[in-house]
Every structure is written in C-alpha cells, then in structure tokens.
C-alpha cells in the first residue's frame, strides 16, 4: 500500500483529494490545524491518520511528518503541499496579509519539500506537488499579495523539478482557478468556471499519478492567463486597468 501526505487537507480540496486517495487504496496522513475537523475526516476514511499542525513552524511539520510515518507504517511516496490562505485587498493597506499569506502558501510547502525529500532521494523515489494557483502566472490587481505567493511555488517547483528528476522523484504544480471551497466562500464577486473540489480533487490525483508536470485547469481560464503572460507589460496594464480602476479602493 503506497502512503501520502497531505497538508492543509481539513476542509476543501485538501479533504476531496485526501478521500480521493483513500478510494485510490492510499493510505493517507492528514495535516492541519483544525485538529477536530482532521479527526473526523480521518474516521471516515480507511488507513488514514490525523496530525494536527501549523505548517508556518518549520519543526511543527517535521515531526507531524515523522509521526505520520510511524502511524502508517513508512515513508510516504506522495506529498501534497496544499495548505494555503488567499486575502483579497489593496497593496499598500496592510503588510500583515502578505507575510502570512507567502508563510502559509510558500514557506509551508517548503516545510514539507524538506521533510519529505531527502528519503525520497535515499530510496530513489516519490512524488511530491504544490497547490498554487493561476493567480500566480500573472499579477492581478486586488490579489497582489497571492499572486505572489503562488508565483513563488511556481518557480520553487519548476526549479526542483528539474533537480530531482534523476533521482526518480517526479514534481507536479497545480494550477487551479476558482474552486469551491471555505477559502472561496468569501470573495464578493463573479467567480467565472467555478468548479466544485470534489471534480478539482480528480483532476489533480490524476495529474499526480500520471507524472504531469503542471496541471492546469478549468481549461479557458488557463489559455487566458497563458496568453495574458505573453502581453507586453502596457497592453496589459490597460487590459487590466478597468477591473482595477473598479476593485481597488486605498
């Protein structure tokens, strides 16, 4: 039986995937915070194990990850940093936002890379994936803390992926768009191709198992982003300048 690790996994598509691992025949160690709501996950789920913990503390993921391994019995062959924390809101209003923001998205996946690397390089194996977003392919006004907090998974993750590849480990990056989860249900305007994370949770362990790369969805949304890269930086900014002018209040 293969074994994963998966943070952030209390409530949205970090539960949706850690149930689609369940399913898959994985037996799954969840990481949270909110402890009640991992142990009630984890008694519906066969082989699963709940370990309360706040990725922002380096030593907090580390033993979580140690205590997973002895609960289920050895080390994981997947890892799937997907904790993450999304504040909406003008740049300049307040610095607090962004440094938990890159702390939970950025440096708790980095926890987590370091726990877990090291036995994959030893035993020549394993998977490891980062939950960012396609926020991060391009800035977006109004979201200029989180677009940069997943931009820099992006490039940690690119980077490592080229790193690790000798030793077998293969590295994904998961892109979502909007999906419905608790972090979501409180942004005040039109969500377009909101997707439910019961579906986002296929389509990433699907991507995951496979070896892909970059997982990129819902489709239309990620052709716009990628196309939106290869703007030069004026049309963009006058693309974008509308929505901003309309959201943006200092």
Do not use: W
């Amino acid at each position: 039986m293969q074994r994963a690790i998966i943070t952030g996994a209390s409530s949205g598509i970090g539960a949706e995937m850690a149930g689609e691992l369940a399913r898959r025949g994985y037996a799954v160690a969840l990481l949270a915070r909110r402890a009640d709501l991992l142990q009630e996950l984890a008694k519906q789920l066969p082989n699963a194990v709940a370990v309360p913990c706040d990725v922002t503390d380096e030593a907090a993921v580390m033993s979580a990850v140690r205590a997973g391994e002895r609960a289920l019995g050895g080390p994981f062959d997947v890892a799937i940093a997907n904790a993450g924390v999304g504040v909406t809101g003008y740049a300049a209003k307040d610095v607090s936002d962004a440094e938990r923001m890159m702390k939970v998205n950025y440096f708790g996946m980095l926890y987590l890379f370091h726990a877990v690397i090291p036995g994959m390089i030893e035993r020549r194996s394993g998977r490891f994936s980062g939950i960012a977003s396609i926020a991060g392919l391009r800035g977006l006004p109004t979201s200029s803390g989180y677009s940069a907090s997943k931009a820099a998974m992006q490039a940690f993750l690119e980077a490592v992926r080229v790193e690790l590849a000798p030793f077998g480990i293969r590295v994904t990056t998961v892109n979502p768009g909007f999906i419905a989860t608790p972090m979501t249900e409180k942004n005040k305007f039109r969500m377009p191709f909101l997707m439910k994370a019961d579906k986002a949770a296929r389509i990433i362990i699907d991507g995951i198992e496979r070896g892909a790369r970059v997982v990129e969805f819902p489709r239309l949304i990620s052709l716009g982003m990628r196309f939106a890269r290869l703007l030069p930086a004026a049309v963009y900014d006058r693309v974008i300048g509308g929505y901003a002018r309309r959201e943006v209040r200092p």
